[in-house]
């Protein structure tokens, strides 16, 4: 059976306080249900942490990301990274195929790095 909030249309918006520093936003599915949630938070310089908070699918993360991307393009961010522990192994390989990665290590910790510029981002 395909799973629903693979197949069914998704809108992303802004949810929460918004501050020059933190945005949230949810991914709702056709029928109004929350099926997503994610945070960006800003680290230092022009560098934001994603959290993905709430990411059922692959599907529902990418375009969860790709919200995000635009918020910390209009902070000014020019630089995201999402700890990979937190996510599923198919987002980690999704965003690898689909974004210019880098890998950074901290301790034992694994977080992926990218540029949130549209041209860094197919």
């Given at each position: ?42 680290l230092y310089g022009s560098r ?17 990301v790709g919200s995000m991307e ?32 880098t890998d950074e290590r901290r ?16």
């Amino acid at each position: 059976m395909p799973d629903p909030a693979a197949t069914d249309p998704l809108s992303v918006r802004r949810s929460g306080p918004e501050t020059l520093d933190r945005a949230e936003v949810v991914a709702i599915d056709a029928i109004g249900a929350v099926v997503g949630r994610a945070a960006l938070s800003r680290l230092y310089g022009s560098r934001a942490a994603l959290e993905l908070e709430l990411a059922p699918t692959t599907t529902v993360a990418l375009a969860l990301v790709g919200s995000m991307e635009r918020e910390a393009l209009a902070r000014g961010l020019g630089r995201l990274e999402l700890d990979a522990s937190g996510a599923s192994p198919g987002v980690v390989a999704a965003l690898r195929r689909r974004r210019p990665v880098t890998d950074e290590r901290r301790g034992h910790r694994l977080h992926l790095t990218w540029p949130t510029t549209p041209r860094g981002n197919p």
